[in-house]
Nanobody
């Protein structure tokens, strides 16, 4: 079965950094694009970042450009999200997701077919 398991979330202070990991299994990881989304309490799920199968192309929401970096290690079947200069608005549950085959709308949740359970990121002031 396809499984995506996020880890690395936690409580951090504003201005700090955090690295989220997503461990994938149950499919040929190296041929799929991957993405990160987040959902804050009371808000809609929003796109954060996406990366193509090779790691050569990355995409970011305007709100996180310059602070977040998505990367992947196909040998280890993991996708990472490095988060720097955290602020309170980054508080959310972060989800790892697999891009559906033959989709190019990387920022739309409907373009992703499998999702992890999420990991909580909480930023203290």
């Amino acid at each position: 079965q396809v499984q995506l398991v996020e880890s690395g979330g936690g409580l951090v202070q504003a201005g700090g950094s955090l690295r989220l990991s997503c461990a994938a299994s149950g499919f040929t990881f190296g041929i799929y694009g991957m993405g990160w989304f987040r959902q804050a309490l009371g808000k809609e799920r929003e796109f954060v970042a996406s990366i193509d199968w090779s790691g050569g192309n990355t995409y970011y929401a305007d709100s996180v450009k310059g602070r977040f970096t998505i990367s992947r290690d196909n040998a280890k079947k993991t996708v990472l999200l490095q988060i720097n200069n955290l602020n309170a608005e980054d508080t959310a549950v972060y989800y790892c997701a697999r891009r559906a085959t033959a989709t190019s709308s990387y920022s739309r949740s409907s373009s992703y077919d499998y999702w992890g359970q999420g990991t909580q990121v909480s930023v203290s002031s």
